[in-house]
C-alpha cells in the first residue's frame, strides 16, 4: 500500500463531545496506513455562526487553516466533520472564481491565502482514494446480529456544485464503504433529512423532533443502529435520543456510531480503542463478534444443511415429472 | 453603371438608432451611386414600387437596400427588380437591422457602421455579373423518415396528391407514440381507433412504399435529386413468409426481454410482435435478448412458426431509393426516469411514467386495462400525478414547457376515476397549460366532474415508507408544505429530442438546437421548411406538440413539397462555380477538394488538361475557389474580385 | 476621420451563411447588445474564405479579422469547415512570420440558433483587439 | 392581511441589496413551492421559504427582517440543491440573516445569543470552548436549567472538557474579528 498522507483537520468538536469519531478515524486510518498529518495550531472554522454574520468574514476563519495546510505544502485536506468541509469548500470556492472577494478575504487575514487546497471528508478519502478493495482486504470481524442504516446528514454531498461527492438525492458511499467492511446495510428514506443541526441549544424541542423523524424511519426501515458521519448529527440522535423520547412521546433505544468505529470493529480494534465507551445509547449488545472464519464456516453448514432438503426437493420434482 | 441605393427605416426599427437621412445623404456620395433615398418600409408594396419607378426614372442598372437580413427578403428584391427588367443578381442587400441597429447603442456609431455597410455593398454590387439559372429534371418522390401519426398524415397526404412516397420507419410498426396510447384528448376518443385506420391506409396505398425496422443511413444529393442509403435492419424472420399469427410469441421461452413498446411497463418476449394493430403485423427477434443469439442455441421459435419464417442469419441489407424531398417526422424522446433522483426514478418500482401508466390503462397493454402498482399487482387508490417531472427544469437542462403533459395528466386522471371508481387522484400541478380548443374545459372536468385534487406546487421528494409512496410537496395557495401517502405516483416526464436527433440533423445537413430539436427555417413564418431547400419538418421532432399541431404540420410539409413538384423543372442556382478554361492550368485541386464530386477532368480540343464544372451537382460553397492557386474557377455572385471589393471598401477608406 | 471614427477600430468580419450569419440575425432578433467595431462579409461557406482574403483586409487596413463557419459535422455543405479549419489554423501560425500579432485574427464556429454565443464573440474579440489597439497609423 | 400598496410599499432598495449582497438574482423565481415542499423546517417557520423569496420579490422588507423563518433556517442546502431555476435559495436566507443582524432587527433572540456566545469563545480561544460557550449562553439567555441533564452524561463519558484549549494563535484568530469589526463600522 503505497504510504498515503494527508493534512488532518480534526475541528473543535472531535476534541470534546465527538472525541470518539477523532480516535476511531486515525485507529482506521492507522490500519489502511495513511498517515494524517495535523496543520500546526489550526482554528476554529467558523462553522454555521460566522456565515451569519458575514460571508468575507466566515471565508477568512476558514481560509487561516487552508493557509496553514498551504504551508505544508499539501494541496489536499480532510476532515470528517461536514460543517467544518463546508467552510473550507464555500470559502475555496467563492475564492477561487471571485477575485475581488479573494482580496477582501486576504485582506482579514495576516497570510494570503492563494486557493492552492482541495478540502475532502474523510468519507470521501475513504471511498475514493483508498477504494473499496482496500478496505475489504482487512476485515477480519463480522457482526452478524448487526444491520445499520447509514445516516449522511444534510450538507454531506450538498449542493452538489460545492459539494462535488456522491449523489446529492442518493448518496451510496457510506453503504459501499460498510459493506465493503462486512457489515450488513440496510438503506433508509431520511437518510439525508435534516437532524435539526446547530440548533440543539437554543431550540431543543425542535430538534427534537427532527431527530425523532429520522430515528423512527431508520428503525421502521428495520435497522438496529445508525451509523453517522458528522458530529453534530451524532450528537442530536444520540446524546438527546432520550430528550427526543420525552419531547414526542416515543421510546427509542438506537444506538447511534460513527462508521470509523464500525469499520475498527470489523478490523478487530478493541472498543476502548475505538471510544465505544463514549457513546451515550450502549451498542454493546448488537456488536457481537465472531471472526471471519467462525462466520464463513458457519455460512457453509448452513448451505449443507440446506443441501439434504434441496435434493429431497429435486428427488419429489423428478418423479411428478415422468 | 448607375447604382440605385434605397436606406429602409423598418418603422422605428431601422430609423430609431440609425440616421437614415444621413445614411442616404452619405450613399449619394459613392462613386457610381446616380440615386440614393430613404424610405419607411422598402419591403411594402409601396416601398417595392418606389424601387420600379425609380429604375425606370432614373436608368438604374444596380439596385442596393439597406434594410433587414438578406436571409429574409433578399429573394423579395430580387423579383422586385427582375420585374423592373434587371437581372436579379444585379442587387445587394445590406443588412443594417439585425447587425446594426437592433445591436448598437450609440447612435453615431450605428449610423457610421450603416454607410459602411452600404459602402460595401455597393462595391460588391458594381463587381456582379447577370447569372441565369437553368433548369433540371426534378424526381417526384417523397422520403418521409419516421412512421408516426405526423409521418403518416404528410406520406398520405403526398401520395394522394400523386406522388410516390418512400417511407422509413425505425422500429419494427408504424404508429409511433400515439399507437402507445389508449384515449386522446380533449375528446378522450380510443387512440388505436382512430390511429388504425390511417396505418391501414398507409400499408394499402400504392404510391407508398414503406421500410419499416429501418434506418437512414446515408443522404447524398441536394433538392429535386437525392440519393437515400437505407440500412433494413434484420428482424431475423423473413417477413414474405410471417403472417403474423403470433405463435412463436406464445412458444418463446425468453418471458423478460424489455418491451420497447411499452417502455419497459411489463416484460415481453424475446420475438415479438409489438402490439395487435401493428403495421407491419409481422414478428421481430430482440437479438438482446433471444437465446439463440445470446446462448448459442434454443430454437423454439423456429421450430413452431407454421410458414418456416424464422431465419437467424438475416443481416443488414442496404438499398438506395431516388427521391425529390425529404419530410422529417422523427418525433420525440422522454426523458430518462432515472435523471429524477429525488423522486427515486428507477428506484421505486410504484413510481412510473406518464407513457407507462398509459399502457396500464390500455386494454391491449401488459396489464389488459387494469390499473396495478407494478410492486405488488394490487390496485391502487390513491394516484397522484406530478406534472413538470424534469420540465421547466433549468438543472436538469431542460428549461422549456413540454406542451401536452398537463392536458394528458388530466386524461389520465379521467380515466382513473372510470377504471376505479372510489380512487382518489392528485395532481401536483405549477400553471395548467391547456390553451387548445376545448382543451381548457376538459381539465376543469377533470376536477369539477371526476374529483381530480388539483394542487399548486411542485414535488420536493418521493420515498417509501411501508407499502405506501410519500410525495412530499408544497401547495403554493395553501402556502405550506403537503405531504400524501400515495400508493402510485405517475411522472408527467419531459419530452426531449429523439434519440439519434443529432446524428440524422449531419445526415440532412440541417441544424438543430442546444435541445436536439430541428432548426425551422423561420419560427412563424416558415415553421415546417428549413434551410436546407428540399428538407421539410413535420411534428414533435421540431419541437414539442400534441397530435393536432403533429398532424397540420404533417398536412403543411406535404403541401410544401406538392407545391415544389408542382413544377416539371426546378430552376437551379446559378451562383455556382464557373472555369476559365484559359487560366486553368489542370491541376485538378479543385477536384479533389469538391464535397459533391461535382468537377470532373475534361480534355479541350487541343489537348490541354482542364477542370470542367457539372452544373446540376454544383452547390455553390466555393470551397474549389479558395483552393484553386491561380484563380481560374471562380463562385459566381461570390468571385475573389466581388468579395475582395468589399474588403477594399472597408479598409481603404 | 471624424473623432468618433478613430475610438473604434476597423474588424472585418467574414460570416457563413448558413450558421454564423443566421447566429448574427438571431442575435439582432435577440437585441444582444454588442460593439460596433465589426463589419460583416456574407460568404456562402467559412470553406470560401480564402487566407489571402484576410490577409489583404489585415494588411491594408483591418485592425482584426473574425472568421465563423458551423459547428464541425454541421455545415451546410458537409465539410467546407473542416477544410476552413485547416487553413485557418494555418494562417494563425502564419501571421507572426508576416509581422501581424496573431491575437488580431480569430476564427470560431457559431449556429443558427446560438445569437447569445454570437453577441459573446463579438464582444470578447473586439476587447482582444481593443486591448491591442490600432495597427495603422491613421 | 392588511392590502399592500405596491407602487408604495415596495423597497427597491432592498431588493438590490440582496441581490448584490448574495449575487443571486430574486427574478429567477417562479414561485413553484419546490424549497418549501423540501424545507424540513416549513412547520416551524412563521412565512415557508417560498413566501419569503416572494417577500422579498416584492420588497416587503420589515415583514421579511423581523421573521422567525430566516433564524430557524439550517441552511441544509435542501432548496439550493432542488430548485429548478438554480436559485442559491440558502445563500439567500443566509445574506436576509446577515442584513437582519447588521440593522439589530432579530427576532428569534436565543439564536443570536448562541451564535454570539460561540463566536465570543472562538475569539477567546482560537478553538471553541464547549463548556464555555453553554455557561456564556445561560447566563445570556437566562435558560440556566437548558440541557441539564445532559451534564452529567457528558462528563462521565469525558466528552467535555473543563478547561479551554486556547491555541497559540488565538490573538491572530482575534485580529480577524477585529480587522473585520473596524470594516464594518468603515461601511456603517
Known amino acids: 500500500m503505497a504510504e498515503k498522507e494527508y493534512a488532518y483537520f480534526s475541528g473543535c468538536s472531535l476534541e470534546g463531545t465527538a472525541k470518539e469519531y477523532d480516535e476511531s478515524l486515525r485507529a482506521i486510518m492507522k490500519a489502511l496506513g495513511v498517515n494524517l498529518v495535523e496543520p500546526d495550531d489550526w482554528s476554529c472554522c467558523g462553522s454555521t455562526p460566522a456565515h451569519t454574520v458575514d460571508h468575507v468574514f466566515a471565508a477568512a476563519l476558514a481560509a487561516r487553516n487552508l493557509t496553514l495546510v498551504e504551508k505544508m505544502n499539501k494541496d489536499v485536506l480532510t476532515t470528517p466533520c461536514p460543517s467544518c468541509l463546508m467552510a473550507f469548500k464555500k470559502a475555496q470556492f467563492n475564492m477561487s472564481r471571485d477575485e475581488a472577494f479573494k482580496d477582501e478575504v486576504n485582506g482579514l487575514l495576516d497570510e494570503a491565502y492563494n486557493c492552492g487546497v482541495e478540502s475532502k471528508s474523510s468519507l470521501q478519502v475513504i471511498y475514493e482514494d483508498i477504494g473499496l478493495d482496500a478496505i475489504a482486504a482487512r476485515v477480519t470481524h463480522i457482526m452478524p446480529d448487526l444491520k445499520v442504516a447509514p445516516y449522511y446528514g444534510c450538507i454531506l454531498s450538498r449542493p452538489p456544485e460545492i459539494a462535488q461527492f456522491d449523489d446529492p438525492e442518493n448518496p451510496v458511499s457510506m453503504d459501499k464503504v460498510l459493506s465493503a467492511a462486512g457489515i450488513q446495510v440496510q438503506d433508509f428514506a431520511f437518510k439525508m433529512e435534516c437532524c435539526g443541526a446547530a440548533f440543539g441549544v437554543p431550540k431543543r424541542e425542535m430538534v427534537n423532533r427532527l431527530s425523532g423523524k429520522v430515528l423512527e424511519m431508520a428503525i421502521d426501515a428495520g435497522a438496529n443502529c445508525i451509523a453517522v458521519a458528522c458530529p453534530l448529527c451524532q450528537q442530536n440522535l444520540d446524546l438527546r435520543q432520550e430528550q427526543v423520547n420525552k419531547t414526542t412521546g416515543s421510546n427509542y433505544n438506537i444506538p447511534v456510531i460513527y462508521f470509523t468505529q464500525l469499520i475498527g470493529l470489523a478490523y478487530g480494534l478493541s472498543p476502548k480503542e475505538l471510544g465505544m465507551d463514549k457513546v451515550i445509547v450502549s451498542a454493546d449488545s448488537i456488536t457481537r463478534r465472531i471472526t471471519r472464519e467462525e462466520y464463513e464456516k458457519i455460512k457453509a453448514d448452513e448451505a449443507a444443511a440446506k443441501k439434504p432438503q434441496k435434493a429431497k426437493k429435486d428427488a419429489a420434482a423428478e418423479e411428478t415429472n415422468n | ?653 | 476621420m471624424s473623432e468618433v471614427a478613430a475610438k473604434e477600430l476597423r474588424i472585418v468580419g467574414f460570416l457563413c451563411n448558413w450558421c454564423s450569419y443566421g447566429g448574427a440575425d438571431t442575435a439582432g432578433v435577440g437585441r444582444f447588445k454588442q460593439p460596433t467595431d465589426l463589419r460583416i462579409i456574407r460568404v456562402p461557406c467559412s470553406g470560401r474564405v480564402d487566407p489571402m482574403f484576410v490577409v489583404r483586409a489585415l494588411i491594408t487596413g483591418a485592425d482584426g479579422v473574425l472568421v465563423s463557419g458551423c459547428h464541425p459535422r454541421d455545415c451546410h455543405y458537409t465539410d467546407g469547415n473542416f477544410y476552413a479549419r485547416r487553413r485557418l489554423e494555418m494562417l494563425k501560425r502564419l501571421l507572426p512570420f508576416l509581422g501581424i500579432d496573431d491575437k488580431r485574427f480569430h476564427y470560431t464556429w457559431v449556429s443558427a440558433s446560438e445569437g447569445a454565443k454570437w453577441q459573446q464573440v463579438v464582444t470578447d474579440f473586439t476587447k482582444q483587439v481593443h486591448a491591442l489597439g490600432p495597427m495603422h497609423q491613421k | 392581511m392588511d392590502t399592500i400598496n405596491l407602487t408604495e410599499k415596495t423597497d427597491w432598495a432592498f431588493i438590490e441589496e440582496v441581490k448584490k449582497e448574495s449575487g443571486q438574482n430574486p427574478a429567477l423565481c417562479y414561485q413553484c413551492g419546490n424549497c418549501t415542499a423540501g424545507c424540513p423546517y416549513t412547520q416551524y417557520f412563521d412565512y415557508p421559504v417560498s413566501m419569503v423569496m416572494r417577500l422579498l420579490q416584492a420588497g416587503q422588507k420589515e415583514t421579511i427582517l423581523t421573521s422567525k423563518a430566516i433564524w430557524l433556517c439550517a441552511t441544509c442546502e435542501t432548496c439550493t440543491t432542488r430548485c429548478p431555476c438554480e436559485v442559491d435559495v440558502a445563500h439567500i436566507m443566509d445574506t436576509l440573516r446577515i442584513i437582519a443582524r447588521r440593522e439589530g432587527k432579530v427576532s428569534e433572540k436565543d439564536v443570536q445569543l448562541f451564535y454570539d456566545s460561540f463566536l465570543d469563545s472562538m475569539k477567546k480561544h482560537g478553538r471553541i470552548f464547549e463548556m464555555g460557550i453553554l455557561m456564556g449562553y445561560k447566563f445570556k439567555s437566562g435558560q440556566f436549567m437548558g440541557d441539564a441533564e445532559l451534564g452529567p452524561k457528558v462528563m462521565s463519558k469525558g466528552k467535555i472538557s473543563l478547561f479551554p484549549k486556547t491555541i497559540k494563535g488565538a490573538d491572530k484568530v482575534a485580529q480577524i474579528f477585529n480587522r473585520f469589526q473596524e470594516k464594518a463600522k468603515k461601511h456603517g
Open chain 2, 1 to 653: 453603371m448607375r447604382v440605385g441605393v434605397f436606406i429602409c427605416h423598418c418603422g422605428s426599427n431601422i430609423a430609431g438608432t440609425v440616421d437614415v437621412a444621413k445614411v442616404a445623404e452619405e450613399a449619394r456620395k459613392m462613386p457610381g451611386v446616380a440615386y440614393a433615398t430613404a424610405y419607411m418600409y422598402t419591403c411594402s408594396e409601396p416601398g417595392q414600387k418606389e424601387i420600379t419607378d425609380a429604375i425606370e426614372r432614373d436608368k438604374l442598372d444596380r439596385i442596393v437596400v439597406a434594410a433587414c437580413s438578406p436571409r429574409m427578403h433578399e429573394n423579395t428584391f430580387r423579383r422586385t427588380i427582375m420585374k423592373a427588367g434587371l437581372n436579379r443578381y444585379f442587387f445587394e442587400q445590406a443588412n443594417i437591422r439585425e447587425h446594426v441597429s437592433w445591436i448598437g447603442l450609440d447612435k453615431e456609431l450605428n449610423t457610421q457602421k450603416a454607410i459602411e455597410e452600404v459602402r460595401m455593398a455597393v462595391a460588391k454590387v458594381m463587381k456582379n455579373k447577370p447569372l441565369f439559372s437553368s433548369s433540371f429534371k426534378i424526381n417526384k418522390r417523397v422520403l418521409v423518415i419516421g412512421g408516426g401519426v405526423a409521418g403518416m398524415q404528410a406520406a398520405l397526404d403526398c401520395a394522394d396528391g400523386g406522388l410516390e412516397v418512400v417511407m422509413v420507419e425505425k422500429s419494427p410498426s408504424i404508429g409511433g407514440m400515439m399507437a402507445r396510447l389508449d384515449k386522446t384528448f380533449p375528446t378522450v376518443d380510443c387512440s388505436i381507433c382512430i390511429l388504425g385506420p390511417k396505418m391501414v391506409d398507409v400499408a394499402q396505398h400504392d404510391l407508398i412504399k414503406l421500410h419499416a425496422y429501418s434506418e437512414i443511413a446515408e443522404i447524398k444529393g441536394y433538392v429535386g435529386n437525392y440519393q437515400i442509403k437505407i440500412k433494413k435492419k434484420p428482424p431475423y424472420v423473413d417477413w414474405t413468409k410471417c403472417t403474423g399469427c403470433g405463435l412463436c410469441m406464445e412458444k418463446c421461452p425468453t418471458k423478460n426481454a424489455y418491451d420497447h413498446f411499452n417502455f419497459g411497463a411489463a416484460p415481453t418476449r424475446a420475438i415479438n410482435i409489438p402490439f395487435p394493430q401493428a403495421i407491419p403485423k409481422k414478428a421481430t427477434i430482440d437479438p438482446n435478448h433471444c437465446r439463440q443469439f445470446v446462448k448459442g442455441k434454443c430454437g423454439v421459435c423456429a421450430k413452431v412458426c407454421p410458414t418456416g419464417a424464422i431465419n437467424y442469419e438475416m443481416q443488414d441489407e442496404f438499398i438506395t431509393e431516388e427521391v425529390g424531398a425529404i419530410i422529417t417526422a422523427t418525433g420525440y424522446g422522454l426523458m430518462d426516469i432515472e435523471r429524477l433522483t429525488e423522486y427515486g426514478g428507477g428506484r421505486y418500482p410504484d413510481v412510473i411514467t406518464g407513457i407507462q401508466y398509459e399502457r396500464f390503462l390500455n386494454a391491449s397493454g401488459p396489464t389488459s386495462g387494469h390499473i396495478i402498482r407494478p410492486s405488488d399487482h394490487e390496485e391502487p387508490k390513491t394516484i397522484v400525478f406530478v406534472a413538470c417531472a424534469g420540465s421547466r427544469d433549468k438543472s436538469l437542462g431542460v428549461p422549456y414547457c413540454s406542451n401536452f403533459c398537463c392536458m394528458y395528466i388530466a386524461k389520465q386522471a379521467i380515466l382513473t376515476k372510470d377504471h376505479i371508481p372510489d380512487s382518489q387522484s392528485y395532481v401536483f400541478y405549477m400553471d395548467v397549460r391547456s390553451p387548445g380548443k376545448g382543451y381548457d374545459e376538459f381539465t376543469r372536468r377533470a376536477q369539477e366532474e371526476y374529483g381530480a385534487k388539483y394542487i399548486r406546487g411542485r414535488v420536493s421528494r418521493i420515498y417509501p415508507k411501508g407499502k405506501k409512496m410519500v410525495v412530499k410537496g408544497a401547495d403554493t395557495l395553501l402556502g405550506t408544505q403537503v405531504e400524501i401517502e400515495a400508493d402510485l405516483v405517475v411522472l408527467g416526464t419531459a419530452v426531449v429530442s429523439a434519440p439519434g436527433a443529432a446524428q440524422m440533423a449531419e445526415k440532412l445537413h440541417i441544424s438543430y438546437d442546444t435541445f436536439g430539436f430541428y432548426v425551422e427555417s423561420h419560427p412563424k413564418l416558415r415553421p415546417v421548411e428549413t434551410n436546407t431547400s428540399g428538407v421539410f419538418l413535420a411534428g414533435a421532432c421540431q419541437g414539442p406538440k400534441d397530435i393536432p399541431a403533429s398532424v397540420g404540420q404533417g398536412s403543411a410539409a406535404a403541401a410544401k413539397v406538392l407545391s415544389l413538384f408542382s413544377k416539371d423543372m426546378l430552376e437551379s442556382d446559378p451562383a455556382i462555380a464557373q472555369v476559365n478554361q484559359n487560366t486553368c492550368v489542370g491541376c485538378l485541386k479543385c477536384l479533389k477538394t469538391c464535397p459533391f464530386q461535382a468537377i470532373v477532368e475534361d480534355i479541350l480540343r487541343s489537348g490541354k488538361k482542364v477542370a470542367k464544372v457539372i452544373e446540376t451537382v454544383c452547390a455553390g460553397c466555393g470551397v474549389c475557389t479558395s483552393t484553386c492557386p491561380c484563380g481560374a474557377i471562380q463562385l459566381q455572385h461570390f468571385t475573389d474580385n466581388q468579395l475582395l471589393a468589399e474588403v477594399n471598401a472597408i479598409c481603404q477608406k
